[in-house]
Each structure stands twice: as C-alpha cells, then as structure tokens.
C-alpha cells in the first residue's frame, strides 16, 4: 500500500492493486499506514472488538475510516466478518441488524459516522446474511427445529422474519406450522391462536403487531378452527378403557369441555386392571372425572408403597395386614411431588380409599371369607393433625380490602360476599339468578345457596338442600343484583341459571367465546397475586396465603367473638353438625389469650419500679422487654442459652449440645473446653473398662458410639468458635 498527500491540508490517498481511496488523517502518513494494516488484520481475523479497539488506540471520533478502507481494499473480509457476526447472533439468540453490527464497532455513532445510504458494502453483506438466513430457516422448518427458529426470530425483527417466511418459504413454513400443531396435538394442548404461535415462534407479538400479513393471520385461523373442531370432537368423547395406560374423561362446564387426565403408566399391571375395573364401576354409577381421578390417585399412592416395600402378590387381595403396616410406614417416608411429605390426613385418606377397593374386590370375586386387613389398620386422632383454615385478622382485611380494587369487578364481589356471609367459594360460584328474594314479613332479604358438600348429610336428616340465610348488609344485596343484571346475557347465549360465569379466554379469534363459571381457584389465585402486589404481610412480616376458606373462618369467629351462640352461628355457616362450630371456639380462646397475654405482660413490665426503670434509657427498657419476651435462659451446663420460651415449659432433653435452641459463643470457648475434656477421659476410661471384660470390639457397641458422637459434637463445636474468633482476630492462636 501507497500513500501520498494531497493539496487538502490532512487529506492522503491511499493506492493499493489499482484502487485508491482519499481519506483525511490528521495524524502522521506513516501511522495512517500502520492504521490500514490494522484494518485488515483485524477483518482477516474476523475479530470485531480489535477493529474496535483502534477507535481509541488512534484517537478517532468516529470509525467512518474503518469503514471506508474496509469497502474499497478489503470488501470480501469485510463482507465475511459480517456473516461471522451474524452466525455468532443467531448461536447466541440475540439481534442482529446493520445498526446492532456498527454499534459493535463504534458505540458513539449508529453507523460508523457515515448515512445509511453510503453503507453500500454492508447492505449488500446483510443481503448475503439474509440469504443464510433464509437457508437455515429452510432446513429448521423441514426438520422441525423449533429451538432455531425461535433463535432467528430473535435474531431478525419480527415483521422481517413474518415478511421473509411469507414471500421466500411459504409451503416451507405452512408445513412447518402444521407441525407445531401436531406437536400440541402430542402433548395434548388445547389448540388456540398463542398456543400455535408460542410453539412456532416463541413470540406473542404476533397479538401486537398490526402489520401482520392478512394471508397468514387467515391461513393460521382456518388451521385453529379445522383442528378446534376434531378436538372438540375427541374432548366429547371418553377414552376410558381397560388396560391403557392413559385415561381421559370429559365434564362440561356451561359451553366449555373440561378434561380430568388420569395417568397409569407407573403401577403394577396386576393393581392397574384391578384398579380400573373399580374406576369403571364408579363412573358407570355417575361419577364425575374429578372424583374418579381423586380415587386413582389415593390407589396409586398405595401402588408406590407396595412397589417400594417389594410385595410380592397376584391380586390386592393378597396383602396382608402386617403388609398393610408396611405400606402404612413408607408412605410416611413418601413425598407429594417431591416437596414435602404426605400429611397424616393425607395417608389416611389413602388407607381409606383402599379399604373400599379391597371390599369392592372381595364383592365381586364373591370372597365371603376373606377379612379386610386394611379396615383393621385404625389412625388414632387423625382430626388433630389436620391444620384447619386461619381466620384473617383484622390489620390483613384492612390490607386486602383496602388493595382488592386491583382485582377485577367480579372478584371483588365475590371477596364482599365472602367476607359478609360466611359462604363456601363454591356456594357463591353456583349462586342462581333467583338466589336472592325479599321477605316482605321479615322487611329481609333472603339468599338461597346451593352445597354439594353437605347434601347428602342435610338428606339423611330430611333437611331441604338448599340453605337460606338473611343478607342484612345493603352492599351485598346491591353487588348481587348487579351481577345477576349484568350477567342476563350471558346466561341467554349459554342457557344457564348461574350468574358467576363469564366468557372462556383461550385466546381464539371469535366473537363468541364460550362461557364458563367461575372457578374457586381464579378468586384465591387473583387475591394472592394482589397481596404479592401490594406486600401484605403477617405480623411476622412474611407475606398473607389466602384461602377462600380463610373468610368463612373469620365469619365464624367474629360471630363468636360478638357473642352469638354456637346454634345461631351454626344456621348462619350451614354446619351440619354443631362440634364443627364449637372447633371456631378454639380460635376465638387462642385471640382471647393473646390479647389478654399480650395485656397482662404490659402491665406487668410498666409495674417495675421506678428507680429500677431509670436506670435505663427508652432504648436499654425496650431491649430489655424483647429479652424477657424471648424467653431465654441459661442452659444447666453454663455453656450458652436457651431460646425455648419459658411458657413452653422445662426442657426434657438431657443434654444441651447439638440443640437448635442453643446459643453460644466465644465467651463460653472455655466451658466447652472444659466439657470436652471431662467428656474424653470419660471415654477413655469406658474403653478401658470394656477392654478389661474382654471386650475388644467396644467400638461397636451403642453405649461407646453415643458417648464418642457427644465428644465429637464438643469438639465440632469448639472448632467452629475458634475459626469466629480467628476470622476477627488474625493474632489469636487457638489452644
């Protein structure tokens, strides 16, 4: 390469193979050359951030002369590091246009300094960028790569990949989108608009974007329809046979099909056909498939259990009771997803189920003689593990209520009447358009509720199955009769009586959708999401878990509290039974006590003398009241504190150490010296002893290891208060 100045002050041509190019430099000829050199190492090498890198090395504003020298002498590696980029783009995921590619260069101005139109080269190296593009795209699509096309969505602006698949790779991409189709169709989605579009282009711009080619959006709702169509078909009809391994039973809910998908793969095939055989017979009996997948799922639990204990057996009619006590002990040791263990209510659920199993086997085998191992197995107390719903205390109602308008229209509504009746969720959700109803001789309004949960109780007591109660808060009574107004429509287009029911979103184009009730979940579910919102939180300051039932709770208690009598209480909450209202008494004495407790111990703390009190500042006497409350005490052996409450009463541990209630530290480094090494020649002397009788495996015996995992814990515990103090005190030599 050649260089000559011209008559332009700081203006030099630059020849090379017959090229020339002027450029202005306001430095030396000889670094201009050395710069031009640099250039084309750094293209040649297809290193972008070197090409970078010069900008500042020669201190220059703008890379308008990288650009230059790189289209005229090198535009074949200018054109391959281009594509280079562009590959490394899409590998990664991220975008790439001419502005993302001048921005890797030069972070100060869009293009290199120069305008769109004079970047002539990297237009023609992003034509060749797309070509490879469209390559690529053509094999995902043939393939079926979603993960790559996903990548080049991101890769290319949204309406340039709508744009190239349309006008360059139309069958391509046609079959392509039937094949995302078929893989919803395998995982069995429901198929919809999003779902079509978040499989082909894990985008949903697609809703956003006004731009989008008319042929497409027309090509993609004809395919939702034709394949809506079969689907509903095949959600119409059950597929509930015996031996396979996957069942799916429909429900409809209104206009909309619901599917209660029960899976088999995992169990034993003697118990799955047993199994089935009794599923079967409880749906020929009218079972819906939420109650049949409920029974499956309790038989399954007890599948896993006999899996894991190894019984071997031809029929369930084989086990036995100490094999049922087996069963009982791994699934307390068994996980629910994986999270946390069974509750005791859970397992005895299960147990429960596979008592009627086994009778339904013994039934229908005509097996008269055979007893019923699992109803000899008792669980004692079962009602006292189950942890029942809380009732809201009243700083978490102010908080909701005064943040529940977040929520929609229809969930405030349904958290007023909640909070106002003490209805179940489900009684609000199946409220009719004649729910409410004036007594002209009471001057009252009346609401009528409908409860599958106690039917058959109120039957077999010759109750009427509705339960009535009487609304005397005008709000209710408005947001009702709104809701039955609002929603007269809806129930025309759906022919139904609810007036908690609304279009079903599944995010098809149609003027129609279908409609559907409310569910309790959509309610707790928006609450919830509402108290994250606004950070509601306990006293404890971890944040509210509300559940519908919570509010039912709450009614009870604050009737109690207002003292109503547990009769009346009981007509207001539809209890059959009046042992479940008197168990919302122990709710109202936990409140009592805590109030009273909390008063009590206030009066005694202001009841310290005076002299006593001033010796201490504000801050010193609340710090000592936070003390006293803690409730911690000196351990016997002298080495820390306990952390259990005094009110918990004495402590029926015989030793302290390894105790999570224990606090220690290096004050107390010399007592567990001490401990540790009386405990040693202990020890020592146990060992010595044993030895003497002959003993020569000691170390096997219970006695010797309990009394070395107690040395063991002294001296783990030494150890870790040593390296506190050396992580403070780099001089202190431990002894």
Known sequence: MKIYPTTSNGTFLLFKDNLSLEIRWGKSPDSLIMFANEVKDALKNQDIQALSSLLNKYELITAR?????????????????????????????????????????????????????????????????????????????????????????????FNMFINLVWTRLQPQFKCYIEACTNELLMRRKEITWKGI??????????????????????????????WRDRQMNLKNKPRIELGNNLWIIPSKDIQV?????????????????????????????????????????????????????????????????PEVLLIVDVL????????????????????????????????????????????????????????????????????????????????????????????????????????????????????????????????KKGLD??????????????????????????????????????PYNDNRRTDHAPITRLTGINISAAINKCIRRNNINDHDGQLWHYTNHQCRKTMGVRLL????????????????????????????????IAEMDHELFEALFDSIEVDVRNAYSSVELETLKREIMIGSRETPEGHGSCLKHVSFGPCKKKSCVGCSLLLTGPQ????????????????????????????????????YQQEDHLLNLYQDTINKIEKFIQERLPNYEPN
């Open 561 to 592: 509290t207002e003292g109503s009598s547990i009769q009346d209480v009981g007509v207001v909450l539809g209890h059959i039974e009046e042992k479940t209202t008197r168990q919302y008494y122990q709710d109202v004495d936990n409140l009592k």
């Open 668 to 703: 107390k480094l010399n007592m567990w010296r001490k401990l540790r090494d009386e405990q040693s020649k202990y020890l020592e002397s146990l060992a010595n002893s044993m030895i003497a009788q002959g003993v020569q495996d000691y170390k096997t015996y219970r006695d």
């Open 257 to 321: 099909i619901r599917t209660t998908t029960i899976d088999f793969t995992d169990m034993n095939p003697i118990l799955l056909y047993e199994l089935q055989e009794y599923l079967l017979d409880w749906y020929s009996k009218g079972s819906k498939g939420k109650d049949i997948g409920r029974r499956s799922f309790h038989i399954q639990a007890i599948d896993l259990a006999i899996r894991l204990s190894r019984i071997n057996y031809q029929s369930f009619l084989d086990i036995s009771y």
């Open 465 to 502: 199955d509705h339960h009535t109660i009487p609304i005397i808060n005008e709000q209710v009574v408005d947001i009702i009769k709104r809701q039955i107004a609002e929603t007269s429509e809806f129930r025309k287009q759906s022919n139904s009586k609810y007036i908690f029911i609304r």
């Open 332 to 459: 307390h040791q068994l996980k629910k997803s994986g999270k946390r263990k069974y509750r005791i209510k859970t397992i005895h659920t299960h147990i429960s189920e596979a008592r009627l199993l086994f009778d339904w086997l013994c039934k229908k085998k005509s097996e008269t003689l055979i007893k019923n191992p699992f109803r000899r197995f008792k669980m004692h107390n079962v009602d006292g593990f189950v942890k029942n719903a809380e009732y809201i205390p009243e700083y978490v109602i102010d908080q909701i209520s005064s943040a529940i308008y977040d929520c929609s229209e229809t969930v405030q509504r349904v958290w007023t009447i909640l909070m106002n009746t003490g209805l179940r969720a489900h009684e609000i959700i199946n409220l009719e358009e004649d729910c409410l109803y004036y007594d002209a001789r009471d001057s009252c309004y009346y609401l009528k509720t409908f409860s599958s949960k106690t039917l058959n109780a109120k039957r």
């Open 197 to 226: 579009w978040d499989q082909a282009v894990h985008s949903q711009q697609v809703f956003l974007t006004e731009k989008l080619n008319v042929e497409i959006s027309t090509y993609v709702s004809q395919l939702v329809n034709h």
């Open 65 to 157: 002369n990288i650009y230059l020298i790189s289209e005229v002498f090198y535009p074949d590696l200018f054109t391959e590091l281009v594509l280079y980029s562009g590959k490394s783009a899409i590998n990664q995921g991220k975008r790439f246009s001419r502005k993302s590619f001048c921005r890797q260069i030069s972070k100060r101005k869009s293009y290199l300094g120069l305008e769109i139109h004079q970047l002539e080269l990297l237009t023609k190296a992003m034509e060749q960028f797309i070509d490879y593009t469209t390559g690529l795209l053509s094999d995902a699509f043939s393939q079926n790569e979603f993960t790559i096309v996903h990548k080049i969505v991101k890769v290319l602006s």
